[in-house]
């Protein structure tokens, strides 16, 4: 069987390990030019019921556990004052422990045979032959005919069209991304209120999310529910324009807080969130399949990053099971993804979710106390 994969993140190469670890070879195609050809995100929460299971199913549990961050399940909630409304130390049994995604990228791809990832081929186009058999057509003039085309593009999957007409759609929020460096020594007070984890500030339509990453780089998220007429009145290539603009959201707000936006050592990036309808599926068609956000984009809920991982790791254990027979590994593999991703968070209502009009509901506060005892 010739397994062909588009695109080397979490999704693919998570499928292409457990191929590989079945004795079944696969070609991954990313368009990137190289591992290093872009930052890789931050910190990822891989969860004991399904990113573990994923990592356990691809025999790289004590890699994984090397890479895992002691301390970084710690949780805080702040007020627009800076005031801690809750706080919950990591005490290591969360379940979710912290890695960096570049990291566990980086070790999904030790983890294959060389030569399985080729860089820098880019999709042009897919093509159905008849008989469940496609060709791949790439940016450098080359093309591939397969037994089995997996798509592991993203949200803007080229292969996803073969299956279905749906596309992302706006959710009404985007992240402003921002890094503060050495946080310790020249932003202490910013450091201190972050605390060893994960710090959320928000109100209504408005929030700021920032984690410690390795060492003392403080990673943030600005969240803004607006229209994406909003953003576009901003150059984003302008620092002082863009920390200015974005800052005057939270005006009023902790100096330890919007220092996170106006102190960033990097060019803040905009990051529109798009999703797939919810309950997004599509009937059987031979030779051809979907994982991680080429299947179910949803907004950022924290189960994004492990449920691609599982679609790979299911994929490639049903692939497995059937030997000989591609579509009963692909019925079978589709019909437990559709379940699992029927009911997505609806990004569009996450601010209003996770924090009210004058800030965390009494009830969210009580949820987390829970948690904590």
């Given at each position: 069987?010739?397994?062909?994969?588009?695109?080397?993140?979490?999704?693919?190469?998570?499928?292409?390990r457990?191929?590989?670890?079945?004795?079944?070879p696969?070609?991954?195609?990313?368009?990137?030019?190289?591992?290093?050809?872009?930052?890789?995100?931050?910190?990822?929460?891989?969860?004991?019921?399904?990113?573990q299971?994923a990592?356990?199913?691809?025999g790289?549990?004590?890699?994984f556990?090397?890479?895992?961050?002691?301390?970084?399940?710690a949780?805080?909630?702040?007020?627009?004052?800076?005031?801690?409304?809750?706080?919950?130390?990591?005490?290591?049994?969360?379940?979710?422990?912290e890695?960096?995604?570049?990291?566990?990228?980086?070790?999904?791809?030790?983890?294959?045979p060389?030569?399985?990832?080729r860089?820098?081929?880019?999709?042009?186009?897919?093509?159905a032959?008849?008989?469940?058999?496609?060709?791949?057509?790439?940016?450098?003039?080359g093309?591939?005919?397969?037994?089995l085309?997996?798509?592991?593009?993203g949200?803007?999957?080229r292969v996803?069209?073969?299956?279905?007409?749906?596309q992302?759609?706006?959710t009404?929020?985007?992240?402003?991304?921002t890094?503060?460096?050495?946080?310790?020594?020249r932003?202490?007070?910013?450091a201190a209120?972050?605390?060893g984890?994960?710090?959320?500030?928000?109100?209504?339509d408005?929030?700021?999310?920032?984690?410690r990453?390795?060492?003392?780089t403080?990673h943030?998220?600005?969240?803004?529910?607006?229209?994406?007429d909003?953003?576009?009145?901003?150059?984003?290539?302008?620092?002082?324009?863009?920390?200015a603009?974005?800052?005057?959201?939270?005006?009023?707000?902790?100096?330890e807080?919007?220092a996170?936006?106006?102190?960033?050592?990097?060019?803040?990036?905009l990051?529109?969130?798009?999703?797939?309808?919810?309950?997004?599926?599509?009937?059987?068609?031979p030779?051809?399949?979907l994982?991680?956000?080429?299947?179910h984009?949803?907004?950022?809920?924290?189960?994004?990053?492990?449920?691609a991982?599982?679609?790979?790791?299911?994929?490639?254990?049903a692939?497995?099971?059937?030997?000989?027979?591609?579509?009963?590994?692909?019925?079978?593999?589709?019909?437990a993804?559709f379940?699992?991703?029927?009911?997505?968070?609806?990004?569009?209502?996450?601010?209003?979710?996770m924090?009210?009009?004058d800030g965390?509901?009494?009830h969210?506060?009580?949820?987390?106390?829970a948690?904590?005892?």
């Amino acid at each position: 069987m010739n397994v062909t994969i588009i695109g080397a993140g979490l999704a693919g190469l998570t499928l292409a390990r457990v191929l590989h670890v079945h004795g079944i070879p696969a070609v991954v195609h990313e368009a990137e030019a190289s591992p290093a050809a872009r930052a890789q995100g931050g910190m990822l929460d891989i969860h004991d019921y399904n990113g573990q299971l994923a990592v356990e199913a691809a025999g790289l549990l004590d890699e994984f556990r090397a890479l895992t961050l002691a301390g970084r399940q710690a949780f805080r909630i702040a007020g627009p004052d800076g005031a801690v409304l809750f706080d919950k130390a990591d005490d290591g049994a969360g379940g979710r422990p912290e890695v960096q995604r570049g990291e566990l990228r980086q070790m999904l791809l030790d983890a294959l045979p060389p030569g399985t990832v080729r860089w820098g081929r880019k999709v042009t186009g897919v093509r159905a032959l008849g008989d469940g058999r496609h060709e791949v057509t790439f940016a450098d003039g080359g093309a591939e005919v397969t037994d089995l085309l997996v798509g592991a593009d993203g949200a803007w999957s080229r292969v996803r069209p073969l299956l279905s007409d749906a596309q992302p759609a706006y959710t009404g929020e985007s992240f402003v991304e921002t890094y503060l460096y050495d946080a310790e020594e020249r932003h202490p007070a910013v450091a201190a209120l972050v605390g060893g984890g994960t710090l959320a500030a928000g109100i209504g339509d408005r929030a700021i999310n920032a984690h410690r990453e390795r060492g003392t780089t403080l990673h943030t998220y600005v969240i803004l529910n607006r229209p994406l007429d909003w953003f576009a009145a901003i150059d984003f290539t302008d620092f002082e324009q863009t920390t200015a603009r974005i800052a005057a959201e939270f005006e009023g707000w902790a100096p330890e807080l919007t220092a996170l936006i106006t102190a960033s050592d990097t060019q803040p990036v905009l990051r529109p969130i798009f999703a797939l309808p919810a309950g997004h599926r599509w009937d059987r068609v031979p030779g051809v399949t979907l994982v991680g956000d080429a299947a179910h984009l949803a907004a950022p809920d924290g189960e994004g990053a492990n449920n691609a991982m599982l679609d790979g790791a299911d994929l490639g254990r049903a692939l497995a099971a059937h030997p000989g027979d591609v579509e009963a590994a692909l019925a079978a593999f589709e019909a437990a993804m559709f379940e699992r991703s029927a009911k997505p968070t609806d990004g569009a209502e996450f601010l209003e979710q996770m924090f009210g009009p004058d800030g965390p509901p009494e009830h969210l506060r009580e949820m987390f106390a829970a948690m904590a005892e």
